[in-house]
């Protein structure tokens, strides 16, 4: 990871001769008083509370003698709970908000509104789809990555050849949407996952509930179903429970992106033989040291700056490939969980 | 059957006749869209999904008959069953009773709160509810500490006992979480049609100044009615951990709206005072059967179901409503038929 964060700090450096000034590893001088807001998708989701463990310790190391708040909303009330969020952030001159969105654009006057009063926006996790309002992103891994890791283990977990179909959070999530339609690109632009056949995308809204059923719905719908892919913990989890329940392992596995504590006996048991993710608490972590970067007047959020975020070193500001006229920090790399390694990680 | 064994039959039974009805018509309809679709795999679906919901749905008709609404359900599902998770996964070898005893009297406590608030402090239930709803919701993601319960820390016989086949015949079978649901609907039934108290709850959503007059205490059957809708819910929070086994704070989320759909498609009148809970059942299996099939019809998009589904539920609630018009038509005309006749005998 480190090697992959000095290639690209490399490169950037090569791009940006001509600014010479940017290519310096900015280190950030501790102990600026920012105010700052961390704010989930929702509460009460095991992975954003690691991600303010890992935001936490980072206000912690760098002596900030202002306030980190963590303000979700509550899960019914997700989409309207962060605009409220991000508008009294900035009534209160908060200096920066770190925002996993889930609110699709609809949240881009509220970011833009925040920007214009002086409060910086950095998402992690799930973006603003437009990038407007947005300072910069910080990104867990390549979401183009994303998917070609998913076509990998579709393709091992399938043996090559088979029907797989999606069960994803909500229809407008940006950050599945993103990585389900990186995974099409994967599957359609190598050979070797012809014979995959991608039949649906179905949505479980993030419920345990609806995730199961339309679990069950699949197989009921695909005879020939060989896999579930699902790229979300709730959804991950919930299918592999409906399958395991309904004696259906042994034809119909699970995949995606999953947390190793709760999908360990389900890959134990062979229901869900492999998964992925990567680690929040460093997300919470890199995002807290971009967002006091930037609001603490260091680090001017241009493409090509390069700076130190503390135990996980050297990262550089890039375009955003996946949306145009939007910056993104790439935090990569993320971890396949199978047999050999789920139980030491869920430890 | 023709008109007069047709007006001899109870409003009631001729309503729970019609959704038999519209229940096989539908079965037939997606029989002829669908592959493979009438089977024993879709009895077992459609009987375990809704195990927790018809709990749901008869707490809230003893509500709807009180001429009241009861809102937070969905949040006290979602409680009891994180509380009852955390509970199990500390003493895991508590006593199954205690266990179910303990989300029954969680729930209870809730609907007491529910229901001393609207009979004694007379708030409008709509009001209550909903506040209670976001409150208890928010007791959830406190009390979870972000945290989520997994299958992983619950003793195998919760997580086996609802999908225990207790009577098998081919691929069909009817399992224990079924069993215990349809136990206790049919029981709820029976108190309601043949315990003098129980009938106290019709008296008083049918005619409150009425009840008042015959000396019924209209506020105390409003609270028993709360605290039982709240019992149920507690009971379907226990069904819910035993189904899903992985609880996060989203459990029951929206469910007060479809126990409410449940319901009404069931034949219980929104205003108060007529309804039945063997209805609000049919209702259940109604609104799941079209909810499960439609995903499965191909024909309908993932962004239109809930529209369809709505829509269904309209025609289904506004064919009952013509129905049943028509019917006490033909009844005010008969019993008028019958009085002119007396009247020609007499003179």
Not at chain 1, 30 to 47: D, Q, R, Y
Not at chain 1, 112 to 118: E, F, H, Y
Not at chain 2, 159 to 165: A, C, E, G, K, Q
Request: hydrophobic share 50%; glycine share 8%.
């Amino acid at each position: 990871m480190r090697n992959i964060g000095k290639i690209t700090a490399l490169a950037a450096l090569l791009l940006s001769t001509a600014a010479i000034a940017h290519a310096d590893t900015l280190t950030l001088e501790p102990g600026k008083e920012v105010n700052m807001v961390l704010l989930p998708k929702f509460l009460g989701i095991l992975v954003f509370d690691q991600a303010n463990e890992g935001a936490q310790e980072a206000h912690k190391e760098l002596s900030n003698p202002g306030k980190l708040e963590f303000l979700g909303p509550t899960p019914e009330n997700s989409v309207a709970g962060q605009i409220e969020i991000m508008t009294t952030a900035t009534t209160q001159k908060q200096g920066a908000v770190m925002l996993s969105n889930n609110a699709g654009d609809q949240i881009a006057p509220a970011a833009k509104a925040a920007q214009d009063g002086g409060t910086k926006v950095v998402t992690w996790d799930s973006p603003i789809p437009s990038g407007e309002g947005e300072s910069i992103f910080v990104a867990q891994v390549d979401f183009a990555s994303i998917g070609v890791v998913m076509a990998d283990m579709a393709h091992s977990i399938l043996g090559g050849a088979g029907e797989m179909a999606v069960l994803s959070a909500t229809p407008d999530a940006s950050n599945q949407n993103a990585w389900i339609e990186a995974m099409k690109k994967a599957l359609a632009a190598d050979a070797k996952y012809k014979d995959i056949k991608l039949v649906d995308v179905v949505y479980g809204d993030d419920q345990a509930e609806v995730s199961y059923s339309r679990a069950l719905a699949l197989v009921d719908k695909y005879p020939n179903l060989g896999l579930i892919m699902s790229p979300t913990t709730v959804g991950i989890q919930a299918a592999a429970k409906a399958m395991q329940d309904e004696g259906l392992c042994d034809k119909i596995k699970v995949s995606g992106l999953g947390l190793p504590s709760e999908m360990v006996s389900y890959t134990l048991n062979g229901c869900a033989p492999e998964f992925a993710l990567w680690d929040f608490r460093d997300l919470g972590y890199l995002t807290y040291y971009t967002a006091y970067g930037l609001a603490s007047g260091q680090m001017k959020g241009e493409v090509g700056e390069t700076f130190k975020a503390g135990r996980m070193g050297e990262y550089t500001i890039e375009a955003d490939p996946g949306r145009a006229n939007a910056k993104r920090i790439l935090m990569g790399p993320f971890t396949v969980y199978n047999k050999s390694n789920v139980e030491a990680a869920a430890k | 059957m023709n008109k007069q064994s047709l007006l001899a039959l109870s409003p009631q039974l001729l309503r729970i006749l019609a959704l038999v009805a519209v229940t096989g018509l539908i079965l037939l309809f997606f029989a002829t869209q669908i592959e493979n679709y009438l089977n024993g795999r879709l009895f077992n679906r459609i009987s375990s999904s809704v195990a927790v919901m018809a709990l749901i749905a008869t707490g809230q008709t003893l509500v709807i008959l009180t001429r009241n609404i009861d809102l937070s359900v969905g949040s006290t599902v979602g409680f009891t069953a994180f509380a009852a998770g955390s509970l199990i996964t500390l003493m895991p070898d508590l006593n199954p009773a205690l266990l179910v005893a303990y989300a029954a009297l969680l729930g209870a406590g809730f609907g007491l709160v529910n229901g001393l608030l609207v009979a004694y402090a007379s708030v409008p239930s709509i009001i209550v509810t909903l506040a209670t709803m976001a409150l208890y919701r928010s007791l959830l993601v406190e009390f979870s500490n972000a945290k989520s319960i997994t299958s992983e820390s619950l003793p195998a016989w919760l997580v086996d006992f609802p999908n225990l086949p207790v009577i098998s015949i081919g691929d069909l079978q009817v399992r224990a979480g079924f069993l215990v649901a349809v136990t206790i609907v049919f029981l709820a039934h029976l108190a309601l049609t043949r315990l003098r108290p129980a009938r106290r709850i019709f008296a008083v959503g049918s005619n409150p100044e009425a009840a008042a007059m015959a000396g019924i205490d209209s506020r105390r059957v409003v609270l028993v009615a709360f605290i039982l809708s709240g019992m149920l819910a507690g009971l379907a929070g226990f069904m819910f951990l035993a189904r899903f086994g992985n609880i996060t704070v989203v459990a029951g989320l929206g469910f007060e709206l479809k126990s409410i759909a449940a319901s009404v498609v069931g034949g219980v009148s929104i205003n108060g005072g007529s309804g039945s809970v063997i209805g609000a059942f049919l209702g259940t299996i109604l609104v799941d059967l079209i909810d499960s099939s439609l995903v499965r019809w191909p024909i309908v998009s993932e962004f239109w179901r809930e529209a369809v589904l709505g829509a269904m539920i309209l025609i289904a609630v506004a064919v009952d409503t013509l129905f049943i018009r028509r019917l006490d038509r033909m009844r005010a005309a008969r019993a008028h038929e019958t009085a002119l006749a007396q009247q020609g005998a007499k003179s």
